[in-house]
């Protein structure tokens, strides 16, 4: 099967094409490892988060007077979707690197689905010598990300100014972020440079911060954020065959 995906496609389309990949056959198994992995670790969590958070609540209610009572029934809804919301966040940066291996090889197989040539990169061994590797190239994406994110954060602290523009500067960091998290498998796989990768997308701002918009706003809404992951490394790969894989086997990015 070869890809019948156009060029000048956005990257919102590419997201769209990643919600049709992962329901393929053939793709469905290397879709459901790590999904599985993020479900049970997050019902995991929050079922003891939950404990911790009903032992605050027994605490709060022994502390309040009986007139200020309405407030559990208004402050527990709120303290669940807070919940739900922070836990979301950080276990999808955690699942980044539980479901690095995992990503790698989704994108091998979305490559092979819409190129119909096969890409091995090694079998189960070579995948467990390999793991240093791809957990350093993880490394690498949270090296690049966290000064940033800091110099990004400081920027609230500015008065007026910082409360104004803040929002703005971090959505658009973290589409950039999403865009490079995701689009760095498909990379990775054919051993390209992560600076190499980088140079790549900004060529190709246009598609890459549509992208990168799309998934940093799908990534806020709690659940729907599990399936996530597969789709934008589906969708990144759709992206990696139709505007650098050739581009790149001859040294060169064309602009959007």
Known sequence: MSSQHSPR??????????????????????????LTINILLFSTAFYFAFGQLQVLFDWLDSQLPEILSWLHFLLWPLAIVTMLISMSFIFSSVMNW???????????????????????TGGTKDLIKDLPRILGR??????????????VLLLFFV????????????????AWMMAIQY??????????????????????????????????????????????MPVAICGATAMWVDKYREAYRNSAIAPD
């Open 98 to 120: 539980i479901a690095a291996p995992f990503n790698g090889l989704l994108a091998e197989k979305v490559e092979q689905k819409l190129t119909g040539k096969p890409l091995y």
């Open 9 to 34: 496609k956005s990257g919102v389309n590419y997201f769209i094409d990643g919600l049709s990949l992962i329901r393929q056959p053939g793709l469905r198994s290397f879709v459901f490892i790590p």
């Open 183 to 228: 689009c760095d498998y498909p990379f990775d796989n054919h051993k390209v440079k992560f600076d190499d990768m980088k140079f790549a997308l900004k060529n190709t701002k246009g598609t890459s911060f549509s992208f990168g918009a799309t998934v940093a706003l799908v990534s806020m809404i709690p659940i729907v954020n599990f399936i996530v």
């Open 138 to 151: 993880e490394w690498k994406k949270l090296k690049y990300y966290l000064p940033r994110a800091i110099l």
């Open 159 to 174: 008065p007026v100014l910082g409360q104004t523009v803040f929002p703005i500067v971090w959505f658009l960091f973290s």
